[in-house]
């Protein structure tokens, strides 16, 4: 138990790096984790409130029994989807596995330490989801003590099923990666497969199988008159409770699921709990007398020491900056899978419109009460795919402790700065390429049309490596423990990310606008989109590597 | 060779760093810096490689200024930092490669070169493994065999005898004699106290961030009995 207790409380000392906040000398480093806990608090009132105003429309349109059905399971789903990402970075971490399997210590309670983080993390998400959702629900219903004195358990069990679940996941992909000889291969490939197969499930329950929503019919009398606003409302009330009815009916057990939530049947809360912590103590069991096992497989292997030396080759100062570029990348599998679902994404995009109409593709069944131009939308679509995370946001992060050799080296800042944007590129050119080519195919449309889909996500490419580059040069990170930090936890590549609204926007634009403002749109915003790339490229080419990292 | 004048460095939001430092090292010299633990010794190598930022002062290398020409200034010199953090997803052989191209070390050259010390520091067969497999010693002997690769004029070293077996700590000796008997210079913090009296022609010692005494070994231990004596009556003062 002790074990366990000291372990924890490590592994909790340095909690969202509040630990190194506190205790950190450097000005910059204390004002750059600053500005990271207000974009959190920032997006922490965000959720709370996107989540409240959601179960406040349920409530208004009179559906509010949808609220204890919906939320805990919105809980759990963004509590697996959280440690999924984040399991085999918290479990299998191998930077202090020496230190701990040199101590009198057991791993199982370690195991269970590591555990207990993640579920830590899962209250705080449940919380986040629950309080303010059943808030609205409590009053809306004018709910019971039961109801009010439950949310509490409630909070705390919910989460104890996908942590567990997800440490499953950290499991089967650890154990498949660390039998294989080619570890980042084997990780990247789990990841596409897990992304694209989502996005495929995703196109086949919005294909029709799902509940069908005619919005023209919202707006619009049976003999085409225009409805005034309380009509509409009504009218998509009655069309909420039949989907809801629905549901209920071709799904017995969600009714069941909701009243352990709301109060009629707390005991089944005990049922979850019960089942949760069995699995729960059973994944901390299992883990434990494997921990470090499947840890040490994980990291590099013996020394072959057959090396016999050959005739050597030199090469340009850009491209051994460009190979030692290609080298880190590669030798990540978090780095490459994060970085690469974009791509991906792109191409399974441009494979899907042969067998789906883009329309449906954006739209899925819902009949629109305005004319939109989806074709309009889908450059900026795989300009955002192609945005959503450059190698470049982490390209210096990355560098970690190993920055000093990149400081000493007799190259100018343009060099290094150029051959991690030039990587970035090359290594999505592939995608892009073949995304066109696919779509040449897959989408028959106008000749503008085409070359907005072939000039736009090209643009959206180089302004969001020349971005990345930009957020990661304000907010290095060179000290950390996992990958997991920099490549998904950084402000940078949170920054970053803001390429991926860049482009969303102005589509979204593009796909409600008249054709013609559509390309009027499309056309102001290469430009723009050109210009803010010159313009900041020009300015990082005199970044101050000096003062990084000193 | 290398000239460091009345340089200042301290870290932001702290009082700690080096302050008034000014230092010569001359052409043949093996010049030993010493200092207890946080004097900020690695801080002035540091510094003086380009790798930190100084708040005063200057640092002419070869006759050049850090800070106006760092990219001459970092062809001339190498530096071996105190942990060798080196490119853990590259094999031996790649990093050594990869240093060599940035340096602009010709193909012919760096055969001969990484042959030559590889197979002094008896690493060769394993230049094909994955540095994250290799010990710390045999890191340290690859971070120095890619110091030494584009022959520099100064090697800066940062506690470069830690991690090495005796017959690499011998070596790596030889080596340092040979360099400077061919015109180089090498400026190395240690805390080995007797391979700096009896390695170097140079010492100087560094107090809480301010040096004390610096010159001619002979002249710094004069009648003593050991630098070891002088060290020790320097920093109990």
Same mark, same amino acid.
């Given at each position: ?7 924890? &409380? ?24 600053? /500005? ?7 997006? =922490? ?15 208004? +349109? ?62 705080? *998400? ?28 409630? /909070?705390?069990?919910? !989460? ?22 080619? &570890?980042?291969?084997? $990780? ?15 196109? +086949? ?16 009398? $049976? ?14 009330? $009655? ?7 629905? *549901? ?62 050959? $005739? ?54 819902? &009949?629109? !009460? ?9 450059? =900026? ?38 051959? &991690? ?35 736009? !996500? ?55 606008? !008249? ?21 900041? +490229? ?13 | ?5 009345? @340089? ?122 994955? %540095? ?11 971070? @120095? ?46 805390? %080995? @106290? ?44």
């Amino acid at each position: 138990m002790s074990t366990f207790v000291a372990v924890f &409380k490590a592994e909790m000392l340095n909690f969202l790096g509040l630990n190194v906040y506190r205790h950190t000398k450097d000005p910059s480093e204390r004002k750059r984790r600053k /500005i990271l806990y207000i974009v959190f608090f920032i997006l =922490f009132l965000v959720a709370v409130a996107y989540l409240a105003g959601s179960a406040y429309a349920f409530h208004l +349109y009179g559906i509010e029994r949808v609220i204890p059905m919906l939320y805990p399971c919105l809980a759990m789903v963004i509590s697996l989807f959280v440690e999924i990402l984040l399991s085999r970075g918290n479990l299998y971490r191998a930077g202090d596995r020496e230190l701990l399997s040199s101590m009198p210590v057991k791993s199982t309670p370690v195991a269970a330490a590591r555990l207990a983080k993640m579920y830590i993390r899962g209250v705080i *998400i449940s919380a986040v989801v629950l309080i303010p959702t059943f808030l609205i629900y409590g009053l809306a219903v004018h709910a019971g003590v039961l109801f009010w004195i439950m949310i509490v358990p409630e /909070i705390l069990v919910l !989460p104890l099923l996908p942590v567990a679940l997800a440490a499953w996941v950290g499991i089967a992909v650890s154990a498949l990666i660390a039998r294989t000889r080619h &570890k980042v291969l084997v $990780e990247v490939l789990v990841a596409v497969i897990v992304v694209v197969g989502m996005l495929a499930l995703s196109m +086949y329950f919005s294909g029709g199988r799902g509940v069908s929503v005619n919005l023209t019919g919202l707006t619009q009398s $049976e003999d085409g008159g225009k409805l005034s606003r309380k009509e509409m409302n009504d009218r998509v009330a $009655e069309q909420a409770v039949a989907a809801i009815e629905r *549901i209920e009916t071709k799904m017995p057990f969600v009714k069941t699921w909701a009243s352990f939530f709301n109060g009629e049947k707390p005991v089944g809360i005990l049922l979850i709990a019960a089942l949760g912590l069995a699995v729960f103590a059973l994944t901390a069991l299992v883990i434990g007398r494997n921990l470090f096992v499947i840890s040490a497989k994980l990291t590099p292997q013996a020394l072959h020491r057959d090396y016999k030396l050959t $005739e050597l080759r030199s090469r340009s100062v850009t491209e051994a900056l460009v190979r030692k570029e290609a080298g880190r990348y590669f030798s990540s599998g978090l780095y490459v899978s994060n970085t690469i679902i974009g791509p991906v994404i792109a191409v399974a995009i441009s494979i899907a419109l042969a067998f789906v109409d883009i329309e449906k593709l954006l739209g899925s069944n819902v &009949k629109l !009460p305005f004319a939109m131009h989806p074709t309009s939308f889908l450059p =900026f679509l795989l300009a955002a795919v192609f945005s959503m995370m450059t190698l470049t946001a982490v390209s210096i992060s990355a560098e970690g402790k190993t920055w000093w050799i990149t400081k000493t080296l007799p190259v100018s800042v343009g060099d290094i700065i150029n051959a &991690k944007i030039l990587f970035n590129i090359l290594v999505f050119a592939p995608f892009y390429v073949l995304s066109e080519i696919i779509l040449l195919f897959t989408v028959r449309t106008t000749v503008l049309q085409r070359l907005w889909i072939l000039i736009v !996500p090209l643009v959206y490419l180089v302004f969001a490596t020349v971005w990345g580059m930009c957020t990661n040069l304000r907010f290095p990170k060179f000290r950390w423990e996992t990958e997991a930090e920099v490549v998904k936890q950084s402000a940078s590549v949170a920054l970053g990310m803001l390429a991926l609204v860049f482009a969303i926007l102005p589509g979204v634009g593009a796909l409600m606008l !008249p054709e013609l403002f559509g390309n009027l749109l499309t056309a102001a915003t290469v430009v723009a989109v050109v210009v803010a790339a010159v313009l900041l +490229y020009r300015r990082i080419q005199s970044a101050d590597l000096l003062r990084l990292g000193a | 060779m290398l000239v460091i004048r009345d @340089l200042d460095k301290i870290y932001k939001g702290t009082t700690k760093g080096v302050t008034g430092i000014t230092l010569h090292v001359e052409k043949g010299d093996i010049y030993a810096f010493i200092g207890h633990n946080g004097a900020g010794k690695t801080t002035l190598l540091k510094a003086i490689t380009g790798i930190h930022e100084f708040d005063r002062g200057a640092v002419i290398i070869d006759g050049l200024d850090i800070t106006k020409q760092p990219e001459e200034v970092k062809r001339r010199i190498a530096y071996v930092p105190d942990n060798p953090d080196i490119y853990e997803f590259m094999t031996g052989i790649q990093y050594l490669n990869f240093i060599a191209d940035i340096y602009g070390v010709s193909a012919a050259e760096r055969e001969a070169r990484i042959a030559e010390y590889a197979g002094k520091f008896e690493i060769t067969d394993s230049l094909g493994d994955l %540095v994250s497999g290799y010990s710390h010693g045999m890191k340290q002997k690859l971070v @120095l065999i890619s110091a030494l690769l584009h022959a520099p004029k100064l090697l800066i070293m940062d506690e470069p005898f830690v991690g090495l077996d005796p017959k690499a700590s011998f070596l790596l000796k030889e080596i340092m004699r040979e360099m400077t008997a061919a015109g180089g210079a090498i400026f190395f913090s240690t805390h %080995v @106290l007797d391979v700096a009296e009896k390695l170097c022609n140079k010492v100087a010692i560094i107090k809480e961030g301010r040096l004390v005494t610096s010159g001619l070994m002979s002249d710094v231990v004069k009648d003593r009995s050991s630098l070891e004596a002088i060290f020790m009556e320097t920093v109990e003062a």
